[in-house]
T-cell receptor
């Protein structure tokens, strides 16, 4: 039968503004988290990661914040550019094992 | 920058036929993975492979699926008798070794269409 796709949340931002993409993860025992960017027709592209012993990590134009108390992860993109338009996924790795468990994704649209 | 490469980019196969999806992971990586993404849905884990054996597999990865690392560079996913519901994007990923988790790097996928 036909699959029903997920209705992904969409964040629309003006070029140059900052973007914040949020993710709630499921497993309190997860100890490693990654943000991926997926453009149309491409595979997930690694952006930034964070381990559970940290609450913040910065990269080039991106910052990841981890709040273990409420099982919340966010990705902040500074000075958003049209090339940032994509679907963004958070992913977690549970305490034992090394498979990625992906979230549903957020569509980021950047308006010029 | 090293990358994971997958072939073919699109595979069209009749239901019931066997299909082999191929991947060349990043050369010094030790952990290899297959994931799939049905159109409009989440990326789902299928299987992980380390030290020439499966280290973890999901419920999706049933007896119709198998993986192999036939030489030092290729990593393949075989679906023995394809079903309509196997239609999806299949992504290969690899990660380096080490004491703690390393980020998994993905290829651009193979679109599998079962007719």
């Amino acid at each position: 039968g036909e699959s029903v796709g997920l209705h992904l949340p969409t964040l629309s931002v003006q070029e140059g503004d900052n973007s914040i993409i949020n993710c709630a993860y499921s497993n309190s025992a997860s100890d490693y988290f990654i943000w991926y960017k997926q453009e149309s027709g491409k595979g997930p592209q690694f952006i930034i990661d964070i381990r559970s012993n940290m609450d913040k990590r910065q990269g080039q134009r991106v910052t990841v914040l981890l709040n273990k108390t409420v099982k919340h992860l966010s990705l902040q993109i500074a000075a958003t550019q049209p090339g940032d338009s994509a679907v963004y996924f958070c992913a977690e790795i549970p305490e034992y094992g090394n498979k990625l468990v992906f979230g549903a994704g957020t569509i980021l649209r950047v308006k010029s | 920058e090293p990358e994971v490469t997958q072939t073919p980019s699109h595979q069209v196969t009749q239901m019931g036929q066997e299909v082999i999806l191929r991947c060349v992971p990043i050369s010094n990586h030790l952990y290899f993975y297959w994931y799939r993404q049905i159109l409009g849905q989440k990326v789902e884990f299928l299987v992980s492979f380390y030290n020439n054996e499966i280290s973890e597999k999901s419920e999706i990865f049933d007896d119709q699926f198998s993986v192999e690392r036939p030489d030092g560079s290729n990593f393949t996913l075989k679906i023995r008798s394809t079903k309509l519901e196997d239609s999806a994007m299949y992504f290969c990923a690899s990660a380096g070794g080490g004491v703690s988790n390393q980020p998994q790097h993905f290829g651009d996928g193979t679109r599998l269409s079962i007719l």
